[in-house]
């Protein structure tokens, strides 16, 4: 299975065809006017986002990113992984979450939580499956496909604006670019999914706290 061909199923499977089931509907109720907009925020969530985690998290059993295997860089001792790895996650989801403020100002409240199960549901995929599988694809595959192809700044900046375009949530996407360019930026520093992992893990967990539409 080539590079190409299982980025592209992956693709139709993590968010094409629950784009179709979840997202569309959503649109197709407005009679194709404006989104209304707390729509902006949670059209077809939380089961589009519960949906890509676990598809992305299916297919990351196929293959094996080129960072993990790749990288002859020296691994530094366990607790300074963990505490570059925390450092860039609370510096991206500061500046994130300062952004989503700016962005969200105009919206009345916030959406009505879904039940108590899903929201347990949501918060272990955001934190422990999320994580792991979107930056297996996003950095692990993506980047490092077309950081060959573009070079790193050139990848870093296409890769966080399809995982921004990708979360579906318009108010979202500035947020989501700066998480996503700094996770591809820490991946390419280290040659290592593991921080950008933990990274993300403390992102989605800081704004779950926030609130559980919020969560990348």
């Not at 059993?61 to 607790?79: D, M, N, Q, Y």
């Not at 792991?132 to 692990?140: I, L, Q, T, V």
């Not at 390419?188 to 992992?197: C, E, G, K």
Request: proline residues 7%; aromatic residues 12%.
């Amino acid at each position: 299975l080539s590079t190409d061909l299982y980025i592209l199923i992956t693709f139709i499977l993590a968010y094409l065809i629950p784009m179709v089931i979840f997202i569309l509907p959503d649109w197709f109720l407005t009679g194709g006017g404006p989104l209304p907009r707390e729509n902006l925020l949670t059209a077809g969530q939380p089961w589009f986002y519960l949906w890509q985690a676990l598809a992305l998290a299916g297919s990351s059993f196929i293959r094996t990113p080129a960072t993990a295997s790749a990288s002859k860089i020296k691994k530094p001792a366990i607790h300074w992984r963990i505490t570059i790895g925390l450092l860039t996650g609370l510096a991206a989801w500061l500046l994130a979450a300062f952004l989503y403020g700016l962005l969200s100002t105009p919206f009345p409240g916030e959406p009505a939580p879904p039940s108590a199960i899903l929201l347990a549901a949501l918060l272990t995929v955001s934190i422990l499956i999320a994580p792991w599988a979107e930056e297996r694809f996003f950095r692990g595959t993506l980047l490092c496909r077309w950081k060959t192809r573009l070079g790193s700044t050139k990848a870093a900046l296409l890769s966080a604006a399809l995982f921004a375009t990708l979360q579906m949530r318009p108010v979202l996407w500035l947020p989501a670019f700066v998480v996503g360019l700094a996770l591809a930026f820490l991946t390419l520093r280290t040659q290592r999914l593991s921080y950008a992992i933990l990274a993300h893990a403390l992102i989605n967990l800081l704004f779950f706290l926030l609130g559980w539409h919020l969560v990348m």
